[in-house]
């Protein structure tokens, strides 16, 4: 990738999955490539159109059950995200989207759905609901900041052996099957349950991300010292 050409960022089924501002994620990454000096763009992929396959990141985040059930219909259907994410493009998945993106999930009330199967994960309703600050110290290669969001779901996810976990819990619950992990990875495919936006809160993830994306190793820092002082504020709660 060129600093000529436009990086697309796909903001995906924002109409159904988005919960808690987590739309707020692709604005980051736009946000962080425009003050290095890249031309980019949100496109956003509402139910009422075909998820493209051609974009060079994607962004999913939280959702209600039945929201959350009609997005997992789209993805099957029209598997753009799929056939981007085999070709190595990155893709965030917040909360829900960890769900849809697995083999399969429990809602609520008990209804077992399919997911699409990027992730090797399986998720089932918990006794209890997580809700609350999270924190966690990484264990990706590559990260070494605590990550911290606000967590809000009642699914608990297990790994399976091709899933890796993002993070430790320090703080909250994370995955929430009694593992103390949080989030997973499984190729250019992140997912965490962290809201917040996750990417407005840790920075260093938003690199990684647009990094894998530009298909470099590392990206010059951004000094923003508002960003740091809400990471500061953020750790200390
Ligand atoms: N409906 C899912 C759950 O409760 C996800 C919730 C969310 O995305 N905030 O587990």
Redesign the pocket.
Same mark, same amino acid.
């Given at each position: 990738m060129t600093r000529e050409s436009t990086v697309r960022i796909g903001l995906v089924l924002p109409d159904v999955m988005g *919960?808690?501002g987590d739309g707020g994620n692709a604005v980051v990454l736009r946000q962080r490539l425009r003050m290095r000096g890249y031309d980019a763009e949100i496109v956003e992929i509402p139910l009422t159109e075909p998820v493209p396959n051609s974009l060079d990141l994607y962004t999913l /985040? /939280? $959702?209600?059950?039945s929201a +959350?059930r009609l997005a997992t219909r789209h993805l099957q259907r029209y598997p753009g995200l799929q056939e981007a994410a085999g070709r190595g493009a990155p893709v965030l998945a917040?909360? $829900? $989207?960890i +769900?849809v993106l697995g083999h399969w999930y429990e *809602?609520?009330s008990g209804e077992r759905v399919d997911g699409v199967g990027l992730f090797d994960v399986t998720?089932s309703?918990q006794d209890k609901?997580a809700i609350g600050e999270v924190a966690t110290q990484p264990l990706v290669p590559g990260l070494s900041q605590p990550l911290t969001g606000f967590e809000? =779901?009642? /699914?608990g996810t297990k790994l399976g052996g091709d899933a890796k976990p993002l993070a430790r819990v320090t703080k909250g619950v994370g995955n929430g099957v009694g593992d103390g992990l949080e989030g997973v990875m499984q190729g250019s495919v992140l997912g965490t349950y962290m =809201?917040g936006p996750a990417l407005a809160r840790n920075p260093e993830l938003a690199d990684y991300l647009l990094g894998r994306a530009l298909g470099v190793d590392s990206l010059a820092p951004l000094e923003l010292p508002e960003v740091e002082q809400l990471r500061r504020e953020r750790l200390r709660a």
């Open positions: *919960t808690y /985040g /939280g $959702a209600e059950d +959350q917040i909360c $829900a $989207a +769900q *809602t609520s998720t309703p609901r809000n =779901h009642r /699914g =809201h």
